[in-house]
């Protein structure tokens, strides 16, 4: 079955304590994407990644990282977390970067940082 | 001034009444418009997607495009239970290596 996988669903933290979300897609997708989704915010872009060792920042890049070893693998890495970074997280992939391409994304992660 | 405008809602209407959910934009250049839907503990899914003005049907669902305006629409008709979730607009930039969203409209449908 063709899907984004995230992991972990939820997560409860401590400030500080450096954490990764794993995302991985099995449709061999060029692009991969993080967002954060906050009531009523939406969701907001954090990194995005054209191809394997290609990443680029979104919108709210700040406290976070991210790798691009493998097509398949867009790991999202917190190195000190905030309360403020306390929020829904999805990846997201689609076939190629393209203004028509549609976005898969993964079920999402449910992050506290206490 | 935001790239993408969305009355977050709530919207709540009764079962089989017609839905119009919409979202403003600000940069003219914008050709592709989608709109996501999400259910609770999900992921959103592409629902529908338009390029430039008009209108595109698929079932109950309606997408349209004003460019003009900056307006983009999508109208269920015969509303149902099962369509109670949130709906995203979303407009992919140039090159589309970023998707700008709504704030999302949540909908409750009820039977």
């Known amino acids: 079955e063709a899907q984004v996988t995230q992991n972990p669903r939820y997560l409860i933290t401590v400030t500080g304590k450096k954490l990764t979300v794993t995302c991985s897609q099995n449709?061999?997708?060029?692009?991969m994407s993080w967002y954060r989704q906050d009531p009523g915010l939406g969701l907001r872009q954090i990194y995005y990644?054209?191809?394997?060792?290609?990443?680029d920042k979104g919108d709210v890049p700040e406290g976070y990282k991210v790798s691009r070893k493998e097509k398949r693998n867009f790991p999202l890495i917190l190195e000190s977390p905030s309360p403020n970074q306390t929020s829904l997280y999805f990846c997201?992939?689609?076939?190629?970067?393209?203004?028509?391409?549609?976005?898969?994304f993964g079920s999402g992660t449910q992050l506290s940082v206490l | 001034q935001k790239e993408v405008e969305q009355d977050p809602g709530p919207l709540s209407v009764p079962e089989g009444a017609i839905v119009s959910l919409n979202c403003t934009y600000s940069n003219s250049a914008f050709q592709y418009f989608m709109w996501y839907r999400q259910y609770s503990r999900k992921g959103p899914e592409l629902l529908m997607y338009t390029y430039s003005s008009g209108n595109k049907e698929d079932g109950r669902f309606t997408a349209q495009v004003d460019k003009s305006s900056k307006y983009i629409s999508l109208f269920i008709r015969d509303s149902q239970p099962s369509d109670s979730a949130t709906y995203l607009c979303a407009i992919p930039n140039t090159g589309g290596f970023k998707t700008i969203f709504g704030a999302g409209t949540r909908l409750f449908v009820k039977a």
């Open positions: 997201a992939s689609s076939l190629s970067p393209g203004s028509n391409e549609k976005l898969f």
């Open positions: 449709m061999n997708h060029e692009y």
């Open positions: 990644s054209m191809n394997v060792e290609v990443t």
